[in-house]
């Protein structure tokens, strides 16, 4: 989604979106403004507690690709278990409300305001996706074209990326990783704008292969593929259907998680070591 200059992930788009309705339809509920602000300090406590509980879930499930503990904390690569922290903020706040009873029918009401309110909004959002892997041409390095349709067959990955922007530059390495350890996904590397040797030399400062790296010179592709900001990775199934999206830089271990919704094979990388360093 833009905001002005800024590119915001969808997740955290939605996130603000079910966060902020849910505020508007206590206001709109609960008149009392003592009670109301229990529940919105409750709320509030209920979310940190489920993102806390979503990361927590997530790194124990794959806490053996990170490198090293301190890279735990580095919550830009997406890494969240969603179902284990709306189950342990919806127990906290339950649990919180138990000795409140008389809370429970205007909390309902403003629950179901909550779904009027947001359902139009995340229809819309949903609206703005791409569905299918679209039937165009990019670029290889050597200029021959090349469609995108020709991959359909097995999964499909579509890294959208620019050797100019930082969080690019950082996920690389992963990328050119995941190449390798999952010969049944195709990962596609498709560079925004830049001129063949430049994308050429960067790469070969990364001793990295160049099979698969596609260039998009007027951004053709990446529009149709709605993507607002760099880097913007698209996850298709074998049949060339939009299984999911994300704005934002991966570590090993979520792309690894975005990489079992895709095809179970992926739940076994196929080379075990790597000259490329756990991120």
């Not at 909390?107 to 995340?122: D, M, N, Q, S, V």
């Not at 609206?127 to 995108?148: C, F, I, K, R």
């Not at 991959?151 to 990955?157: A, E, I, N, R």
């Not at 934002?248 to 998680?257: R, V």
Request: aromatic content about 8%.
């Amino acid at each position: 989604m833009n905001l002005g200059p800024f590119a915001l992930p969808e997740g955290l788009v939605a996130l603000f979106v079910l966060m902020l309705s849910w505020l508007l339809a206590l206001r709109l509920v609960m008149a009392q403004k003592r009670r109301r602000d229990v529940i919105v300090t409750l709320s509030w406590n209920a979310l940190v507690i489920g993102l806390f509980v979503a990361r927590l879930i997530f790194l124990f499930r794959f806490h053996e690709l990170y490198a090293s503990p301190l890279a735990y904390l580095d919550i830009r690569d997406g890494g969240w278990h969603v179902e284990s922290g709306v189950l342990a903020g919806l127990g906290y706040l339950l649990t919180q409300l138990a000795r409140r009873r008389l809370l429970f029918k205007p909390l309902l009401r403003a629950g179901l305001l909550t779904l009027i309110i947001a359902a139009p909004l995340t229809w819309w959002w949903h609206a703005q996706e791409a569905g299918d892997l679209p039937d165009m041409q990019a670029t290889e390095l050597d200029g021959t074209p090349v469609s995108l349709a020709s991959f359909k067959g097995k999964p499909v990955v579509i890294n959208v990326w620019a050797s100019w922007c930082p969080p690019c530059r950082r996920e690389m390495p992963v990328l050119i990783d995941a190449q390798q350890r999952y010969p049944h996904v195709t990962i596609l590397l498709l560079n925004q704008g830049e001129h063949p040797d430049s994308v050429s030399e960067y790469l070969r400062g990364m001793s990295a292969s160049t099979e698969h790296v596609l260039l998009d010179p007027a951004a053709n592709i990446s529009n149709a593929l709605n993507v607002v900001g760099l880097p913007t990775t698209l996850f298709f199934d074998a049949n060339g259907k939009l299984i999911s999206k994300r704005m934002g830089e991966f570590s090993k271990a979520s792309l690894h998680a975005y990489l079992r919704q895709l095809s179970p094979d992926s739940t076994t990388p196929a080379v075990k070591n790597s000259s490329i360093d756990k991120r």
